[in-house]
T-cell receptor
Framework: TQLLEQSPQFLSIQEGENLTVYCNSS?????LQWYRQEPGEGPVLLVT?????EVKKLKRLTFQFGDARKDSSLHITAAQPGDTGLYLC????????????FGTGTRLKVLA | DSGVTQTPKHLITATGQRVTLRCSPR?????VYWYQQSLDQGLQFLIQ???????AKGNILERFSAQQFPDLHSELNLSSLELGDSALYFC??????????????FGAGSRLTVL
């Protein structure tokens, strides 16, 4: 059972456009992370958010943790071809467990 | 290089066979996680070990088993393989078991193809 649903599943946009990826769950997490995975490699951590309502910025990427710590969003401003990849959210600490549960993934392709 | 080493990188085998995937965690990390990723899918959590002990279990089939050894390396054993077991298997490590703001460092994965 997948606890974390991401939308959209696939996204193909032109360079310079903005986009938002959503990560939703019915479970409360103690922290939520976003990873990016490129072909042939393992996921690489982008950010961790731990406080409800928290907003973190990483250059053109803005991450927000929902007030109830059940959902998160990733907004990319002025997307570039280098942003292409599979974006995965991961929630930790649901129901007091040690599991890191990953979302269904959003595959982003940015066209030059 | 993430510091997490997985072997083999690629493995092709037949249905009904058994394979072992190996993971060496990043130096200093005590916790090891195993994930399965099928084509174009997210990662399915299989199992987690911390300092040699099982800490959390996910959707791991009974045909699969894992362990973490005293030197902290881990092995994932897959037996009675089926076509549907073909996937990328990732190992990740972290300093402590969480669930806090741990950083999971992933290896490059082992690609298993069952024919």
């Amino acid at each position: 059972t997948q606890l974390l649903e991401q939308s959209p599943q696939f996204l193909s946009i032109q360079e310079g456009e903005n986009l938002t990826v959503y990560c939703n769950s019915s479970s409360v997490f103690s922290s939520l992370q976003w990873y990016r995975q490129e072909p042939g490699e393992g996921p690489v951590l982008l950010v961790t958010v731990v406080t409800g309502g928290e907003v973190k910025k990483l250059k053109r990427l803005t991450f927000q943790f929902g007030d109830a710590r059940k959902d998160s969003s990733l907004h990319i401003t002025a997307a570039q071809p280098g942003d292409t990849g599979l974006y995965l959210c991961a929630g930790a600490g649901a129901s007091g467990t040690y599991k890191y549960i990953f979302g269904t993934g959003t595959r982003l392709k940015v066209l030059a | 290089d993430s510091g997490v080493t997985q072997t083999p990188k690629h493995l092709i085998t037949a249905t009904g066979q058994r394979v072992t995937l190996r993971c060496s965690p990043r130096s200093g990390d005590l916790s090891v996680y195993w994930y399965q990723q099928s084509l174009d899918q997210g990662l399915q959590f299989l199992i987690q070990y911390y300092n040699g002990e099982e800490r959390a279990k996910g959707n791991i089939l009974e045909r699969f088993s894992a362990q973490q050894f005293p030197d902290l390396h881990s092995e994932l054993n897959l037996s009675s393989l089926e076509l549907g077991d073909s996937a990328l298997y990732f190992c990740a490590s972290s300093v402590d078991p969480g669930p806090g703001a741990n950083v999971l460092t992933f290896g490059a994965g082992s690609r298993l193809t069952v024919l």
